[in-house]
């Protein structure tokens, strides 16, 4: 079965400093993974996603991922982080098997809270 | 705007009663999801439906109903049967034939059982 860690709970930044948010998946087969952001009582929202291609995935707001296949990661990454970056990122893969009636699954991680400090 | 539309976006719920929320999409998608999510467990699959009239049970469905009488609509129903009913639900949808398997999410409907 498919499945990503998120092994930070909270990762907190200085404004302006880099940020970097981590996930490691595992799948049989080529990955699909994403990256969505979550604000309080809000909705999840599509940040990017890695298919095929080049391993740096470029996204909404500024923020980017790598996709690294030996270390079975796709890290989130933002060169300088804003006060206003700070809510939950979930990275999520796609099941390699199809639902039941052709649809696609996404397994979720458990989330990491991003507080970024004046 | 397309989009995905939930309400009631806040519900409450004494024990033992039937509560039922709505979520209507503009997007024409063929396919929507229902997810629960808790604090600190990320997001579990309660049900889905791939096409009008059809709809499969995922991770999380015991105490949880569906019906998906029309395209747009996707109606759950937490039944008395939900043993932990408090929580967090998104529903969201996608094009059934998609590849990549991009989910779009509604702004959640947050249920406390009093």
């Known amino acids: 079965a498919q499945s990503v860690a998120q092994p930070e709970d909270q990762v907190n930044v200085a404004e302006g400093n880099p940020l970097t948010v981590k996930c490691t998946y595992s799948v049989s087969g080529n990955p699909y993974l994403f990256w969505y952001v979550q604000y309080p009582n809000r909705g999840l929202q599509f940040l990017l996603k890695?298919?095929?291609?080049?391993?740096l995935v470029k996204g909404s707001y500024g923020f980017e991922a790598e996709f690294n296949k030996s270390q079975t990661s796709f890290h989130l990454k933002k060169p300088s982080a804003l006060v206003s970056d700070s809510a939950l990122y979930f990275c999520a893969v796609r099941d390699i098997k199809r639902l039941t009636g052709g649809g696609n699954k996404l397994t979720f991680g458990t989330g990491t809270q991003l507080k970024v400090e004046l | 705007d397309g989009g995905i539309t939930q309400s009631p976006k806040y519900l409450f719920r004494k024990e033992g009663q039937n509560v039922t929320l709505s979520c209507e999409q503009n997007l024409n998608h063929d396919a929507m999801y229902w997810y629960r999510q808790d604090p600190g467990q990320g997001l579990r699959l309660i049900y889905y439906?791939?096409?009008?009239?059809?709809?499969q049970k995922g991770d999380i469905a015991e105490g949880y109903s569906v019906s998906r009488e029309k395209k747009e609509s996707f109606p759950l129903t937490v039944t008395s049967a939900q043993k932990n009913p408090t929580a967090f639900y998104l529903c969201a949808s996608s094009r059934r034939q998609s590849n990549t398997g991009e989910l779009f999410f509604g702004e959640g409907s947050r249920l406390t059982v009093l």
């Open positions: 439906s791939q096409i009008v009239n059809d709809f």
């Open positions: 890695y298919i095929t291609g080049d391993n």
